[in-house]
T-cell receptor
Framework: AQSVAQPEDQVNVAEGNPLTVKCTYS??????LFWYVQYPNRGLQFLLK??????LVKGSYGFEAEFNKSQTSFHLKKPSALVSDSALYFC????????????FGDGTTLTVKP | DGGITQSPKYLFRKEGQNVTLSCEQN?????MYWYRQDPGQGLRLIYY???????QKGDIAEGYSVSREKKESFPLTVTSAQKNPTAFYLC??????????????FGQGTRLTVV
């Protein structure tokens, strides 16, 4: 069975500081990894994905994520946080060995303080 | 604008009543999904459809039903058999379920409350 763990329910950072939101996964076969962001009472918006190739993936709004196969991790990062980055972030995994089913983590609430 | 439209945004259901949540997409996507979101539990898959006139149960299908008569539409009915229906419901679509490297597009959600 595939799974996703987001070990931190809440991450707090000061505006201008770097941020990291952690994600680890377990899957059979090659993973496809995704990050989504959700603002209050809204749907999820796609940020970035890892399919293959370069382990550092760049996405929307200055976010990036690093795929680490040996640590089975896909942490989301941003060099300089903005107050407007405050939201709920979800990591998701799909694998071609599970009929394309996506599994989402429980989400991490990011709060950026001025 | 292309996208997914869910309606209504807020819905109130009385005990023992069936309600239907609407989901329409104009992205020409084959695959559509319904998720339930509860606080601290992430997204759980209710039903999905890979093509018109076909749909499959997800992880928590009991008490729900769907139809896929048109490519653009994937309505979800929350039946009286669903004992705890209060939640935020999200509809999503993707190009196809087989294209596993493609991201999903989500609607804005419907918040269902039992009164």
């Amino acid at each position: 069975a595939q799974s996703v763990a987001q070990p931190e329910d809440q991450v707090n950072v000061a505006e201008g500081n770097p941020l990291t939101v952690k994600c680890t996964y377990s899957v059979s076969g090659n993973p496809y990894l995704f990050w989504y962001v959700q603002y209050p009472n809204r749907g999820l918006q796609f940020l970035l994905k890892y399919i293959t190739g370069d382990n550092l993936v760049k996405g929307s709004y200055g976010f990036e994520a690093e795929f680490n196969k040996s640590q089975t991790s896909f942490h989301l990062k941003k060099p300089s946080a903005l107050v407007s980055d405050s939201a709920l972030y979800f990591c998701a995994v799909r694998a071609n060995t599970n009929a394309g089913k996506s599994t989402f983590g429980d989400g991490t609430t990011l709060t950026v303080k001025p | 604008d292309g996208g997914i439209t869910q309606s209504p945004k807020y819905l109130f259901r009385k005990e023992g009543q069936n309600v239907t949540l609407s989901c329409e997409q104009n992205l020409n996507h084959d695959a559509m999904y319904w998720y339930r979101q509860d606080p601290g539990q992430g997204l759980r898959l209710i039903y999905y459809s890979q093509i018109v006139n076909d749909f499959q149960k997800g992880d928590i299908a009991e008490g729900y039903s769907v139809s896929r008569e048109k490519k653009e539409s994937f309505p979800l009915t929350v039946t009286s058999a669903q004992k705890n229906p209060t939640a935020f419901y999200l509809c999503a679509s993707s190009i196809s379920r087989a294209a596993m490297n493609t991201e999903a597009f989500f609607g804005q959600g419907t918040r269902l409350t039992v009164v």
